[in-house]
């Protein structure tokens, strides 16, 4: 194989590796399925591993569609601000209402480290965040109603 060939060849090889790795990093490992059966804590879960990966199809599914809509548009939320996230630990859920207007809501506790594009409301650093988490009906999915920085 002569050396123009050969660099051709590499340079597709290479390409076709750097294309394979986009693919695969831009994949949910979340079904539906997983979403529709979380428990509140896997919920909020799915939500900061999804913020971690860059996944923020599968985060914004988390959320409920008013709260998704309210969120998203703002600043500071995480899917415009946010750099990274890590140590993430959940607590489980307690029995704690944020409405009262859904079938059933309870309150989830999530801590992490953050970096931040720009630092609005929060410093970069170890973040604290009270997540209340709903189920509209009976048999409806769990979602993230609201996200705060106080219970």
């Known amino acids: 194989m002569n050396r123009k060939k050969f660099t051709i060849f590499l340079c597709l090889f290479i390409i076709s590796l750097y294309l394979t790795a986009c693919a695969s990093n831009n994949k949910s490992d979340i079904s539906s399925k997983d979403l529709k ?16 990966k860059g996944d923020y199809k599968t985060a914004k599914s988390c959320l409920s569609t008013e709260y998704a809509n309210q ?9 415009k601000n946010l750099v990274k996230i890590t140590d993430i630990k959940v607590s489980p859920e307690a029995a704690i209402k ?3 207007r859904n079938y059933d809501e309870v309150q989830v506790t999530a801590e992490y480290n953050a970096e931040y594009k720009k630092v609005i409301t929060v410093p970069n650093g170890k973040q604290i965040r009270f997540i209340y988490v709903a189920k509209k009906e009976k048999d409806s999915p769990w979602k993230i109603i609201s996200i705060g920085t106080g219970p």
């Open 98 to 100: 944020l409405y009262n």
């Open 37 to 52: 059966n979380a428990s509140p804590q896997k919920l909020v879960e799915i939500y900061y591993n999804s913020l971690s």
């Open 71 to 79: 969120f998203s548009s703002t600043s500071d939320s995480d899917f």
